[in-house]
């Protein structure tokens, strides 16, 4: 069974096996505005936990997206590079960022559940 | 410090405005469409723009006021017509730009459009230029309402009809609810459009019966890629007080026939016509889709420092990244290769063209 978390800083992952899946959550875009630019880690290297793995850029401004987990870049979402406007419409699901090799596991541990995230999310942008 | 709020306020919170700090303003960034959707609006239909927050100086009183504003701006104030008005400079004594602002000839004086952040300072030094021999009033009674876009004049005119018998830089008086407003064809997108300064208790329905119209509120967000695309600049990022106006690349706001004159910064400037300036503010267009902004170093082909991006974003109509800066004036050439340091990354670029987006009037003409 797929689990998905979500970090501090507005990723959500969903880890299948040892694949885990990363992008950035609905209220994350909704707080950056219209995304016009993506930037993602290169396939092949790796990345630390709460490490810099991408940029996105709205009309506004710049803003790093991180890995909430250790892992090695396995693929790409060109989707969202070539039409960024897609992580808006559909950021957690279609327009995910990039996928990991997880190294290890017990990262997840400390990431928040859906309900958690929804209640911190809240929270911060009162 | 106190956050001021417009008369537009809870307009601004009606319609779902996310409101954000400026020029001790709380202005609304954008509301619900976001700023592509409001940019675009613009650009095909109209837009409302809530410039409230702008200083309004009116200076009056005296026959020798045109002259002695002379002494200050280098504009040609003798030959502007009642009601016509010109894009010009507070200056300092190095030429450098305290504001940039738009004055026009009213019935009995002046009426100049200061930026937000600067009003209260251009305020002073304007007073104690003119000796205090003259009357200013820098009237927060009034809000200032910009309309902007294709269908602005339709729309206004439906509202205060005959307005758009107005021309390009020029105002009259109108009457809205048997109450006097005072409106120009001018504005700050690239498009053609208005700007009505009106008492703030009439702002909030005059605005609700241009939205009736058709037209939409739109955010400091917006209007700020719109005057980017337009390759117009912003004071405190394109403009300061260490920039001239030639650097700036606005030469075209000094008239000739003020070049020989004295103003504040005459000297400067005089001598900068004559002999060039090491800068220039020159437009940007980076060949990918890596967006360069404000303070993004730029760098020649030898990996040398020729200077800095001072605007930048991601151009909706023009559908690419664009931006503008300063660089060492040999470098300022349309076509010249630069590089832009992104995030440790050189990006390259080409000096271009400014504006970015043109209106030719029939249909939108793009430049990039």
Same mark, same amino acid.
């Given at each position: 069974m797929s689990e998905v978390k979500y970090s501090k800083e507005h990723e959500w992952i969903k880890?299948?096996?040892?694949?885990?899946?990363?992008?950035?959550?609905?209220?994350?875009?909704? !707080?950056?505005?219209?995304?016009?630019?993506?930037?993602?880690?290169?396939?092949?290297?790796n990345v630390d936990k709460d490490g810099t793995a991408g940029v996105v850029e709205s009309t506004k401004a710049a803003s790093d997206v991180y890995t909430p987990v250790s892992g090695e870049v396995i693929d790409t979402n060109q989707m969202i590079v070539d039409d960024p406007s897609k992580i808006n419409e559909d950021p957690e699901?279609?327009?995910?960022?990039?996928?990991?090799?997880?190294?290890?596991?017990?990262? !997840?541990?400390?990431? !928040?559940?859906?309900?958690?995230?929804?209640?911190?999310?809240?929270?911060?942008?009162? | 410090m106190n956050i001021k709020k417009t008369s537009l306020y809870n307009l601004h919170i009606k319609y779902g405005a996310k409101l954000v700090e400026f020029a001790g303003y709380q202005m609304p960034i954008q509301y619900k469409d976001g700023i592509i959707q409001e940019h675009k609006y613009t650009r095909s239909h109209s837009g409302i723009f809530d410039v409230s927050h702008m200083g309004q100086l009116f200076i009056s009183g005296g026959d020798d006021l045109t002259n002695d504003l002379e002494k200050i701006f280098p504009a040609d104030l003798k030959k502007l017509k009642t009601n016509q008005s010109k894009y010009s400079f507070l200056m300092n004594n190095k030429g450098g730009i305290q504001d940039d602002l738009i004055i026009t000839?009213?019935?009995d004086g002046f009426l100049i459009i200061l930026n937000a952040a600067?009003?209260?300072?251009?305020?002073?030094?304007?007073?104690?230029?003119?000796?205090?021999?003259?009357?200013?009033?820098?009237?927060e009674s009034l809000s200032l309402i910009a309309l902007q876009g294709p269908e602005a004049k339709n729309v206004l005119n439906k509202v205060i009809p005959g307005c758009d018998s107005l021309k390009f830089m020029n105002g009259n008086n109108h009457v809205y609810k048997n109450e006097k407003v005072y409106i120009t064809r001018s504005g700050y997108t690239g498009e053609d459009g208005f700007e009505?300064?009106?008492?703030?208790?009439?702002?909030?329905?005059?605005?609700?019966?241009?939205?009736?119209?058709?037209?939409?509120?739109?955010?400091l967000g917006a209007r700020d890629t719109l005057r980017m695309e337009a390759g117009l600049c912003l004071y405190g990022n394109d403009l300061d007080n260490d920039t001239s106006p030639i650097e700036a690349n606005l030469k075209w706001a000094i008239p000739k026939s003020r070049i020989e004159t004295e103003f504040v910064g005459s000297e400067v400037l005089k001598n900068?016509?004559?002999?060039?300036?090491?800068?220039?503010?020159?437009?940007?267009k980076p060949d990918s889709k890596v967006i360069?902004?404000?303070?993004?170093?730029?760098?020649n082909d030898k990996n040398q420092e020729i200077g800095k991006v001072t605007s930048g974003t991601f151009g909706p109509s023009v559908e690419h990244p664009i931006a503008m800066g300063y660089v060492d004036n040999s470098y300022s050439t349309v076509n010249t290769k630069i590089f832009l340091e992104v995030r440790g990354k050189k990006i390259p670029a080409n000096i271009c063209n400014l504006p970015f987006y043109k209106k030719n009037y029939v249909k939108g003409e793009i430049n990039v």
């Open positions: 880890l299948d096996g040892e694949e885990a899946t990363i992008g950035i959550t609905k209220h994350a875009t909704e !707080m950056l505005g219209d995304i016009v630019f993506a930037e993602l880690p290169e396939k092949g290297s699901e279609s327009a995910w960022f990039f996928k990991l090799k997880i190294k290890d596991k017990s990262e !997840m541990d400390s990431l !928040m559940s859906k309900e958690e995230y929804e209640k911190f999310a809240k929270e911060t942008s009162a | 000839k009213t019935s600067c009003k209260y300072n251009d305020y002073e030094v304007i007073k104690s230029k003119l000796d205090n021999q003259y009357k200013l009033n820098l009237d009505i300064s009106i008492k703030n208790s009439d702002a909030e329905t005059f605005v609700e019966s241009l939205i009736e119209n058709g037209s939409k509120l739109i955010g900068q016509f004559q002999s060039g300036v090491k800068k220039l503010r020159v437009g940007i360069a902004r404000g303070n993004t170093k730029i760098y």
